[in-house]
């Protein structure tokens, strides 16, 4: 139990936070040479990182600590602590904004649409995730099975439900450029098939912006005629078909993790305009028609701070492209069933703080004029 | 008392001044009244000419009146009688190798010339070296254009300074030519008598403007179409060639003198806010004869400018304003140039500033003496300072319709009000003068700072789309400045109290000082976190994320952690009274860090621009903070040290 107590501790408390503010700081910093995808990546999404050797506790850990602390903190040291409700509303509220935030990250999506005018979709796309999709039919739209990329560690075999194939992992790079026969020096035991003519794959640093990376993967399949191993890449022109023994096929690509939406969405048109005389943009917005069923549409404008939300799902208005001949809008997609959570934690914590420095200079100001 | 009353005498002699109207201007007051609420186009705003003004000139010099002069007078010089700022020293140069590379350095003073001042030099004095300059400005403008980080090196300081002033020059010359068509020119010299015949010239009347000219050119069409009758151009007369001659220059004045800088006619009657420049409205392409009359009455007030007819320029100012006015009703800002005017008349943060420094130092009078009268003495000044300040901030909402916060300008005056509205309260409570000292002295600094950033351009600027946000903007920014300010002030009393542990003072001293150091760092600290917050939600309503770890989310929250961390520590009995008061001071540099620290390192939704000048104020304020700490830790452990071993 007195081990248990030191989750309790304040000294507990202030390393937490002092190690936060330290994290906070460098991850801010790195962000001028790595960008923000890897500071957030080494620093804040991690519970370990490295510097050389040595291990350090990433921003995860730090919360989670944070998060038990708290807790045990308001079991231990506010049992009879009415005396100080606003000490106890903002670890109310500081929990359930580390509640919050953790499940976000389990269960958030975040994704794009991007519509040409006239265009119509019913599913987002990841900007950074990326997944391998595997189908019966060559233009498959709704059936076809995918599997995270993220989740293909080198090694690891995987098939399909259904499927007479599997495959096992070769390689997997986060960012990768596929290689021609001409473009090696050597000449492969087994030639991968691959629908762009890459054989091998050569591992890139990784960018700035992780929306940029183009991921590779080469794979060992098994159950395909003729085939051995493939590769894949964003650059594949077309997705691989794989043809069985009993001479049927099946057809798999790489391409931006996609997710299904409750609707189609088709523009209609998109302006924008901007403060007279100057490129400042003033206000820009898309109005599109929302399809939720068969007899059900109805016309929505998307603009700057004013987003679409529906059944969990909220639609904002995030940039745009011109070409020659059209306008494409750029839409950020969401879903997230705690968004309240956070709303909720700020207001709780703020009363809280308020009542509680409000509380501390009374009774500073009280204890001031008995003095006197 | 003497010292007392030497202090109200010295500061009743100022007020005489502030009586004064501050333009002692060439053109009379209320002639420049009228020309300075015209309303003009510029960047993407409607503003007062007198707004134009003040920011081209600022622009130029670094300054917002030229000599005593003020900036509208100034221009109105510049626009109707350009010949006559030839001799001013507006160029401001910062790096003197500029001088040296377009070869004026050692210019020869002309007889009369006044004497060049150290930094700023006149259209006259750089006039031998533009071509040089224009040289250097259109290399470094190619270098930019391929890579727009390349002028940032060091190394290129005197091509990035080049350019900034080839562009005040072009601007400068630009500005000169907008009410050119309206001035005779030496071009426009009609000798031939029947070309006078033609245009029915009376004896005596020599040269024309551009105006004038284009009202009687169609009486060359008969010899014109003469001309053209015949199949051989060598066979024409000498009028003929005189008058195809002169319809060349004509059409060769129009191209060269279109699309000039100083838009202030507003060119559609209904609908879509187009602003042309008084020359493209002499010639509207749809018949419009009210857009015509307003460019020709543009003209005419310049002339009568030149001949100091000022009633006519008052009159004609006034229509001109009448008829922006009427077109643009759709538009708030033309019907409020004259508000605008009228406020950048009052100067009143300069004016506040004034009053601050005589409360500041009233209240160290007071702290240090001791003396009650002293002390209600000094609520004088700083009141009227606070009136001021918060006028100042009340005009600038109600002129641009958005919360005071839109820039880093606008967060310093209103970082600077709070931590006055809190000293004032601490005062209210101590009563010893320290509220009234602090208060005065921070909200002197934080205007201060904001003139610097002035110096940038408009501080009423449009908001970009994002931004645009009046409910966000005054609940999000609104809320973590307030936390600036509260951290901030905590950061001062921080200061003050290790400034007082080292001389030695008695507890109950420090006291006075701890206590109100403890309140504001939890008044800082509520704010920032719900200033912090806001801003996640804000985030989450505008991009779909509530965090995102950019930089100015991540400095907002360093103030939370940082103010968090002090707070745990002093209740976990790791730090005591000295640690508190470095907490604060390390808080200090936290709200900078968060308030302009971010904005250096260029990534991330919310960097801004950012001048060198700038990063070295930056620099050496984290490097003083650090140094003070340093100092102040040594003194007190020797202190300590010895009232052990004694």
């Not at chain 2, 001044?17 to 960047?43: C, Q, T, Y």
């Not at chain 2, 001389?503 to 704010?527: A, I, Q, S, Y």
């Not at chain 2, 505008?542 to 991540?554: A, L």
Request: glycine share 8%.
């Amino acid at each position: 139990m007195k081990k248990l107590m030191m989750f309790a501790s304040i000294r507990l408390t202030v390393f937490c936070l002092f190690w936060l503010t330290v994290l906070t700081f460098w991850g801010t910093v790195y962000q001028v040479d790595h960008g923000i995808y890897e500071a957030q990546h080494r620093f804040f999404d991690s519970y370990i990182f490295f510097v050389g050797i040595l291990p350090l506790p990433g921003a995860m850990l730090v919360m989670t600590l944070l998060f038990i602390n708290l807790l045990f903190s308001f079991f231990v040291h506010y049992q009879a602590g009415w005396r100080m409700p606003g000490l106890m509303l903002i670890h109310i509220g500081l929990m359930m904004m580390l509640l919050g935030g953790f499940f976000t990250k389990l269960t958030g999506i975040e994704a794009t649409v991007s519509l040409f005018e006239g265009e119509g979709r019913n599913a987002a796309v990841s900007r950074t995730e990326w997944e391998i999709s595997y189908s019966n039919e060559l233009h498959a739209v709704q059936a076809y099975q995918a599997v995270d990329l993220s989740d293909l560690r080198k090694g690891r075999e995987f098939s399909f439900r259904d499927s007479e194939l599997t495959f096992k992992v070769l390689e997997n790079y986060e960012h990768a450029k596929g290689l021609q026969a001409v473009e090696l020096e050597e000449t492969l035991e087994v030639t991968p098939s691959n629908s762009a003519g890459f054989v091998a794959l050569e591992e890139l640093d990784r960018l700035k912006t992780p929306e940029e990376h183009t991921p590779g993967v080469r794979l060992q399949v098994e159950g395909a005629k003729g085939i051995q191993e493939i590769v894949l890449t964003p650059r594949d022109q077309r997705p691989l078909g794989l043809e069985l023994e009993d001479g049927s096929g099946r057809f798999i690509m790489l391409r931006r993790k996609r997710y299904e939406l409750p609707l189609f969405m088709v523009l209609n048109d998109f302006s924008r305009s901007y403060y007279p005389g100057t490129e400042t943009p003033e206000d820009y917005r898309s109005l599109i028609t929302v399809h939720l069923g068969e007899d059900i549409e109805r016309d929505v404008i998307i603009k700057m701070n004013e987003p679409f939300r529906i059944n969990g799902w909220t639609f904002f208005q995030q940039s745009f492209a011109v070409t020659d001949n059209s306008e494409m809008s750029v839409f950020a997609v969401t879903r997230n069933f705690g968004r309240l959570v956070p709303y909720w934690a700020t207001g709780i914590t703020s009363v809280g703080l308020a009542m509680h420095f409000l509380q501390m200079q009374w009774m500073q100001l009280k204890r001031r004029r008995k003095k006197a | 008392m003497k010292f007392l009353t030497l202090i109200l005498l010295t500061f009743s002699l100022f007020l005489p001044a502030f009586a004064e109207d501050a333009d002692a201007a060439r053109a009379p007051r209320k002639v420049l009244k009228a020309v300075g609420e015209i309303p003009v186009l510029f960047n993407g705003r409607v503003m007062p000419l007198d707004s134009f003004a003040r920011l081209h000139l600022l622009q130029f010099s670094g300054r917002k009146s030229y000599q005593g002069e003020s900036a509208i007078s100034w221009m109105g010089r510049l626009l109707f009688v350009p010949e006559s700022t030839e001799d001013d020293a507006v160029f401001l140069i910062n790096h003197p190798e500029v001088l040296t590379a377009i070869g004026v350095e050692n210019f020869q003073m002309l007889p009369g010339e006044r004497k060049p001042s150290t930094r700023r030099f006149s259209y006259h004095h750089l006039m031998p070296g533009v071509m040089k300059l224009e040289e250097i400005a259109r290399r470094a403008q190619a270098m930019q254009d391929a890579d727009p980080e390349a002028l940032k090196s060091k190394e290129y300081l005197v091509e990035r300074e080049a350019l900034r002033v080839y562009v005040n020059v072009l601007t400068y010359r630009a500005l000169g030519q907008v009410f050119a068509f309206a001035r005779p020119l030496e071009d426009l010299r009609l000798e031939s008598p029947e070309i006078r015949e033609a245009l029915k010239v009376q004896l005596g009347e020599d040269t024309f403007s551009y105006l004038e000219l284009g009202k009687r050119i169609s009486g060359l069409a008969p010899l014109m179409i003469e001309a053209q009758a015949q199949e051989d151009p060598t066979q024409w007369t000498e009028a003929q060639q005189d008058a195809f001659t002169l319809a060349q220059m004509m059409f060769m004045f129009q191209q060269n003198l279109s699309e000039l800088p100083l838009t202030m006619l507003p060119e559609a009657p209904h609908g879509e806010s187009i602003w042309i420049a008084p020359m493209d409205g002499l010639s509207s392409p749809d018949g419009d004869q009210a857009l015509v009359n307003a460019a020709e009455r543009s003209g005419a007030m310049a002339l009568a400018w030149a001949a100091g007819d000022w009633d006519e320029v008052a009159n004609d100012a006034k229509m001109i304003t009448e008829f922006s006015r009427s077109r643009m009703k759709h538009v708030r800002e033309t019907g409020l140039t004259g508000k605008e005017a009228q406020f950048n008349r009052a100067n009143y943060f300069v004016r506040a500033k004034v009053f601050y420094i005589f409360g500041f130092f009233i209240a160290l009078a007071a702290l240090l003496s001791g003396n009650r009268i002293l002390r209600l003495a000094a609520w004088v000044p700083v009141s009227i300072a606070l009136v001021l300040h918060l006028s100042g901030l009340a005009w600038r909402i109600y002129l641009t319709a958005r919360p005071p916060v839109t820039n880093l300008y606008g967060t310093f005056l209103f970082v600077g009000l709070i931590c006055l509205l809190l000293a004032l309260l601490v005062e209210s409570f101590q009563k010893n003068g320290l509220g009234l000292f602090a208060g005065s002295f921070v909200a002197l600094t934080f205007l201060f700072i904001a003139d610097r950033f002035a110096a940038e351009g408009d501080t009423m600027h449009k908001v970009v789309a994002v931004l645009a946000s009046n409910f966000w903007l005054s609940t999000h920014v609104l809320a973590v400045t307030t936390g600036y300010a509260g951290v901030w002030f905590a950061g001062v009393f921080g200061h003050i109290w290790l400034v007082l542990k080292m001389l030695g003072k008695d507890k109950k001293t420090l006291e006075t000082v701890r206590l109100p150091m403890e309140g504001l760092l939890g008044f800082g600290l509520t704010f920032a976190f719900l200033g912090t917050m806001l801003g996640g939600v804000w985030a989450d309503q505008s991009w779909g994320r509530f965090w995102g770890w950019d930089p100015k989310e991540n400095g907002a929250l360093l103030i939370v952690l940082w103010t968090a961390v002090v707070y745990h520590a002093r209740v976990a009995g790791l730090i005591r009274d000295v640690g508190t008061a470095v907490g604060t001071v390390v808080g200090c540099i936290m709200v900078m860090v968060a308030w302009l620290g971010v904005n250096l390192l260029g990534v991330g939704l919310h960097s801004y621009g950012f001048t060198t000048a700038m990063a070295t104020g930056f620099y050496g304020f984290i490097g003083f903070e650090l140094v003070f700490i340093l100092i102040c830790l040594t003194v007190i452990l020797v202190q300590e040290k010895a009232v052990k071993a004694s």
